[in-house]
């Protein structure tokens, strides 16, 4: 008998344990794919502004204790859109990061892994374009 169902991520018995059925590869390829579903027009001002749109293996330490306890998915970092005329260029590179480590915590599976890395997506470039997190979270997102 097999040990591990990857279907759902649990061992046998009553031990909980986590799979990483989707690669770190397979994990840039799908925010890849979601990226080109966003409307060209959002598009355009990420590129024109040039935001990277990076994939991490973990949850960055000080991320990661500056929300201790929480599962985070992804973050914008950086300067909004309406601010950058102000911003000053000293300052990190304006960025949105996806951090599978919490997308591997939070689903069991990768069809809602892809799924949720979309609205993840869309999600923080809401925060670049200015949104809060009330008026995101609000829109399903």
Not at 10 to 38: H, K, P, R, V, W
Not at 118 to 137: D, N, P, S, W, Y
């Given at each position: ?10 061992c046998s ?9 989707m ?6 390829d799908?925010i ?5 579903q966003i409307?060209k027009?959002f598009?355009d001002?990420l590129e ?10 973990k949850t960055p ?8 306890g929480?599962n985070i ?7 909004h859109y ?10 990190d ?15 069991k599976?990768?069809?809602?892994i892809?799924a949720q ?10 925060h670049?374009l ?6 995101i979270r609000?829109?399903d997102?």
């Amino acid at each position: 008998m097999n040990k591990f169902d990857k279907s759902n991520r649990y061992c046998s018995g009553a031990i909980y344990c986590t799979l990483n059925i989707m690669t770190f590869e397979e994990f840039q390829d799908t925010i890849e794919l979601a990226y080109e579903q966003i409307p060209k027009q959002f598009r355009d001002i990420l590129e024109e502004k040039n935001i990277a749109i990076i994939a991490l293996e973990k949850t960055p330490e000080p991320m990661a204790e500056r929300h201790r306890g929480l599962n985070i998915l992804g973050a914008f970092i950086g300067t909004h859109y309406g601010d950058f005329v102000l911003a000053n260029l000293s300052t990190d590179p304006t960025r949105i990061e996806l951090y599978k480590e919490g997308f591997d915590k939070s689903f069991k599976n990768d069809d809602d892994i892809k799924a949720q890395i979309g609205k993840t997506l869309v999600h923080e470039i809401a925060h670049f374009l200015g949104f809060k997190e009330e008026e995101i979270r609000a829109l399903d997102y």
